[in-house]
């Protein structure tokens, strides 16, 4: 009998563990950006479709607040988070100034694992840079959208949403479209950065946020090559505007309403004011050429 219940008791404590360790297992994680903004029920209604494909998904708003028709802010942004995600993660990105036009809808998995539900306009140019992509494919798929007729000015719900919900619910993606030559995607014309021995040549890329800081396609790694050192004056051109820059860890080293040049959060070289727009006060506007001499010896 004391057999019999401890076999009993063994069964129900291995069921417990397996109830246990299923409750534990990771759920699927969508992460949404677009430039729909917030004050209607666009990403209400995006978020409705992929939880009524996949109900258990877990939705990470990016953000909404992406500069209307800017492939390029989205980029960066899609850039700068996809980092600090794990593989398997889908990013599902709507920013379509072409939505209805013949622009490809598109899936991408990049080397890191990574999927990517986007139009193909040039979103996964810096992504593709860093990570390097694996494959991509059209979604050509109906049983991967929603609607008998799909509207052609609202992609984000009737194509983006429901092909990354069947990736989270875990459908085979290769069921999702043909196969697209990687080398063939939609590229954004960012100017790269050169070093030579005069310099270094790149480009203002974006400003940040509501601050009004300069955001650069340099890297912290590239500019440190010119020879500067923190606590140094960089003299920099940017567009025709010529200044003379302290090199600096942070805002608050440098006085009230005074500019400065820093190495940002995401490792990039940036410029700013403190505690002011630098972008308003000296009227510029991205993109913009950058030129940094090297420093002298």
């Not at 607040?65 to 794990?86: C, E, K, M, N, W």
């Not at 950065?193 to 203002?204: T, Y």
Request: net charge positive; with cysteine.
């Amino acid at each position: 009998m004391r057999t019999r219940l401890a076999k009993l008791l063994t069964v129900l404590i291995l069921l417990a563990a397996t109830a246990l360790a299923g409750d534990r297992a990771p759920r699927p994680t969508i992460v949404f950006m677009t430039d729909f903004g917030v004050v209607d029920d666009s990403v209400a209604l995006c978020k409705g479709v992929m939880y009524s494909i996949a109900p258990e998904v877990r939705i990470v708003d990016l953000t909404h607040q992406v500069t209307p028709y800017s492939i390029l802010d989205g980029a960066r942004f899609l850039y700068g988070a996809t980092a600090y995600f794990p593989a398997g993660t889908i990013f599902v990105v709507v920013i379509d100034p072409g939505v209805g036009s013949t622009r490809k809808a598109v899936v991408v998995k990049s080397k890191r694992g990574q999927y990517f539900v986007l139009p193909d306009n040039g979103l996964m140019t810096l992504v593709q840079d860093r990570d390097g992509l694996e494959s991509a494919r059209e979604i050509t798929n109906r049983d991967w959208m929603i609607g008998a007729a799909l509207s052609s000015t609202f992609h984000g719900r009737d194509i983006f949403s429901p092909a990354g919900a069947h990736l989270a619910r875990g459908d085979e993606w290769t069921q999702v479209g043909p196969e697209l030559d990687i080398a063939k995607l939609v590229r954004l014309d960012i100017t790269p950065v050169r070093l030579d021995d005069r310099g270094l040549s790149a480009q203002v890329i974006a400003t940040d946020g509501p601050f009004g800081n300069l955001v650069t396609n340099i890297s912290g790694e590239d500019f440190l090559k010119l020879g500067y050192t923190r606590g140094q004056t960089v003299p920099v051109i940017i567009g025709k505007t010529e200044l003379k820059l302290p090199f600096v860890r942070t805002f608050s080293d440098v006085p009230l309403h005074a500019p400065l040049l820093y190495i940002d959060s995401r490792g990039h070289v940036g410029f700013a004011i403190n505690q002011g727009s630098f972008a308003s006060i000296h009227g510029i506007k991205p993109p913009q050429p950058i030129f940094i001499p090297r420093a002298a010896r």
